[in-house]
């Protein structure tokens, strides 16, 4: 969320991306600590183990001397001095009039908001599509059968004949792989957006699964399906490190603006860790029933994920945070008597046509009517009048305010309506 928050819109996906490249990365460091000839042995283990508190201790010391969010600061802080100082310092130029002109019409939209929380959030209508599309990403990602294929991979890398001692190292093969395809993520997720690498990762998942589970039933009679089995398991991983392995790190971030946020992505890391546990805990037991049909289970929720999230997430790349949110029709408080609806211009009605970013109360529009020219006494003057009945009260209702000059790109009705009236008068002077 920090680092969604602090970068610019067109990096915003990369940035997301390099949290889990950070993960990513760290699975590979534990994995190369964790071989048998370093830590990975009796005496090693108590040592692999402290050394958890290496990255923590570091984070500790240097977090510190990092800036707040400039969202927060002037969202929630209002605290423009200290925002603007941030903003530079993570943009590396001083011109940051940009970022604070949004920031503020975003803070001018959601004033009136109360403090957001989890039960408020649940209640929200609006929000339910964006709260049910961070969840199903959160739970897509542990229920999607990747630890199932860590777990399972020694099982493959034994059957396709490779030596219990070199095992370690094909294992250490499919770590390095999944940070390759996650540092290949930053730069696609921005040139090709998030759902195609979303939706094709997961395509690919699913294919893997079902080979996996037809090659695993039948290695025992067509030994070389042994090595189709190896080939899918790295396709498997392929595909969640450039879908499910890292978009959902930082899109349900760019689902919410700045109140309901934190609630959301807390929501969805305790979804997260709760799925996580429930195929830890389970698998072992699925495992020994289902053995090499285990995949099955998770291929049928990746289907499910898949349609939910092809039907219903949008694409966000490149949108600010207003503009996604107009795509769920999330509207602030002072927005709720408006409407989006566009109305014809027609003689004596009001002319009521609201912008596509800004909405107006319809009480506060004017109102504006097309005036009859028949009326004046100017002639040869082929246009059309209109008339504020707002300014009206004060004015002779035939003053023209403004005179709006008949041209190819007037609509047809007003410019047949004005030759027909000049008709009219010229035959009364004749």
């Excluded at 977090?63 to 400039?70: E, G, Q, T």
Aim: aromatic share 8%.
């Amino acid at each position: 969320m920090y680092m969604t928050e602090i970068a610019p819109i067109n990096y915003r996906g990369a940035m997301g991306v390099l949290h889990q490249l950070a993960l990513t990365s760290g699975i590979l460091v534990s994995q190369i600590i964790g071989l048998r000839q370093l830590l990975g042995n009796q005496w090693g283990w108590p040592i692999m183990l402290s050394l958890t508190a290496v990255p923590c201790a570091v984070s500790l010391v240097i977090l510190p001397w990092f800036p707040d969010s400039p969202r927060y600061l002037l969202l929630k802080k209002d605290k423009q001095k200290e925002a603007e100082i941030a903003l530079k310092i993570f943009r590396g130029t001083t011109d940051v009039d940009t970022d604070i002109k949004e920031m503020r019409n975003e803070q001018k939209l959601q004033m009136d908001d109360p403090k957001w929380s989890l039960q408020k959030l649940f209640k929200s209508i609006p929000h339910r599509m964006p709260l049910a599309l961070v969840s199903s990403l959160a739970l897509g990602q542990q229920l999607s059968g990747i630890n199932v294929v860590f777990y399972y991979s020694s099982s493959v890398y034994e059957a396709a004949g490779i030596p219990d001692d070199n095992i370690q190292y094909a294992n250490l093969g499919t770590g390095a792989i999944n940070v390759l395809m996650t540092v290949i993520s930053v730069p696609l997720v921005e040139r090709c957006g998030r759902r195609p690498l979303l939706l094709g990762g997961m395509l690919v998942m699913i294919i893997s699964t079902v080979v996996i589970t037809i090659s695993l039933n039948l290695q025992q009679m067509l030994p070389w399906m042994a090595y189709i089995s190896l080939i899918c398991t790295l396709s498997f991983v392929v595909g969640f490190a450039i879908g499910l392995g890292s978009i959902p790190q930082f899109i349900g971030a760019e689902l919410f603006k700045q109140g309901p946020r934190p609630a959301a992505m807390s929501f969805a890391g305790l979804l997260n860790w709760l799925a996580n546990t429930l195929v830890a805990i389970s698998f072992p037991s699925m495992q020994k029933g289902m053995k090499a049909y285990s995949f099955l289970v998770f291929m049928v929720l990746l289907i499910l994920f898949l349609i939910f999230l092809w039907k219903f997430l949008p694409e966000t790349k490149n949108k600010s945070f207003e503009e996604i949110a107009r795509i769920f029709h999330i509207v602030d408080s002072e927005d709720k008597d408006s409407s989006t609806d566009m109305k014809e211009v027609r003689v004596g009605e009001r002319l009521a046509v609201h912008g596509p970013y800004k909405k107006v109360p319809s009480s506060e529009i004017p109102m504006v009517v097309v005036d009859d020219i028949s009326n004046h006494s100017d002639e040869g003057n082929d246009s059309l009048d209109i008339v504020d009945k707002k300014q009206n009260n004060e004015t002779s209702p035939h003053k023209r305010n403004p005179t709006i000059p008949l041209s190819g790109d007037q609509p047809q009705f007003m410019r047949e309506r004005a030759k027909l009236l000049s008709g009219e008068n010229e035959d009364s002077t004749a």
